[in-house]
């Protein structure tokens, strides 16, 4: 699959592109200019010396040319960007990884703003009614992407209304070495899983760390009957 990492140039979307170039995935970084992704992917083959599998593209390109896209922006850049690859992303799965900050308004980065539609992800699809958009990533530190020796120690819980969609990104997702994929359910639960972002921020910094993460435990108990 052609991975397409909308707004790729930051942080997260950057670590997020490295471990699926390091998982031999075809990467396609996108951005609002050629030039900015450009640059991106001279740091990933930095990281990545020898790198073939990532390459540069406006974010409707990248779009256009990916099976999957991931969107890794500000919430204040959400609804712009999606607007900008609506088209683009009709009919594909999406995972947003935007989460409603209160810091995306100057305030505080360990609480979550309130959405008319309910989550970033429920917002995501409200923009774009015909794509698949799935909550992902929200809960995993951008430092985990970034330390490439290392499996990732935490879960990615996701959720969406298109079981397809999830089967289809879930053994994607699984190739970064450390993740595990629990489905939550429904886009409703976005919210929770949104909500999880600002209290483990607030856990990194009383411990002064960067890597606070969750693992959800006992799903492999079997049913209770």
């Known amino acids: 699959m052609k991975v397409g990492v909308i707004g790729g140039t930051g942080g997260q979307g950057l670590g997020i592109s490295i ?4 998982a031999g995935e075809d990467v ?6 050629v030039d900015k992704a450009e640059a991106a992917v001279v740091k990933i083959k930095e990281v990545l010396p020898g790198a073939m599998n990532v390459r540069a593209m406006n974010n409707q390109d990248a779009a256009h040319e990916a099976d999957v896209l991931v969107l890794t922006v500000p919430l204040a850049a959400q609804k712009e960007i999606l607007l900008s690859i609506k088209e683009e992303a009709r009919g594909k799965p999406l995972l947003d990884a935007t989460i409603p900050l209160e810091s995306a308004i100057g305030g505080s980065a360990t609480k979550c703003l309130y959405l008319p539609e309910g989550s970033a992800a429920q917002r995501a699809q409200a923009l774009l009614p015909e794509a698949k958009v799935i909550c992902a ?5 951008k430092s985990w992407w ?7 120690d935490c879960d990615c819980l996701i959720c969406g209304d298109d079981e397809d969609a999830k089967a289809m990104v879930t053994p994607l997702i699984e190739k970064v070495p450390g993740l595990r ?3 939550c359910g429904p886009l409703e639960r976005a919210s929770i899983i949104e909500k999880i972002t600002p209290l483990l921020i607030g856990l990194n910094i009383r411990n002064r760390c960067q890597f606070g993460g969750i693992r959800i435990t006992g799903l492999d108990k079997g049913k209770i009957c």
Do not use: L
């Open 137 to 141: 990533f929200n809960n995993i530190s």
């Open 28 to 33: 396609i970084i996108g951005s609002r200019t």
């Open 19 to 22: 471990r699926f170039v390091q």
């Open 181 to 183: 994929v629990i489905d």
């Open 146 to 152: 970034m330390v490439i020796d290392e499996p990732i």
